[in-house]
């Protein structure tokens, strides 16, 4: 399984974009309600501005650049 966790696309269905691997691939989506994620990140992270930055990256405001930005490697 490759890239689980990526945020939904402005493009497409909105869901997780994942690719199944062998023998073969089979490049899949699983669909989530939007809404709902934000408002559990929300509720659950105490982190300072998160509702702000679940907004931003939960609805793909972000370009690929800074999603990948945000999520590298430290």
């Known amino acids: 399984m490759s ?3 990526h945020p939904p696309r402005a493009h497409g269905r909105p869901g ?3 690719c ?3 023998p073969g691939t ?3 989506v699983t669909p989530y309600d939007i809404p709902a994620a ?3 990140v929300v509720a659950e992270c105490a982190y300072p ?4 930055w679940a907004n931003y ?3 793909s405001r972000a370009s690929d650049g800074e999603a ?3 999520f590298r490697a430290r």
């Open 26 to 28: 089979a490049l899949r």
């Open 49 to 52: 501005g998160i509702e702000e």
């Open 57 to 59: 990256f939960l609805w």
């Open 3 to 5: 890239n689980a966790l």
């Open 20 to 22: 199944l691997l062998g």
């Open 68 to 70: 990948l930005g945000v």
């Open 38 to 40: 934000v408002a559990r």
């Open 16 to 18: 997780a974009n994942w």
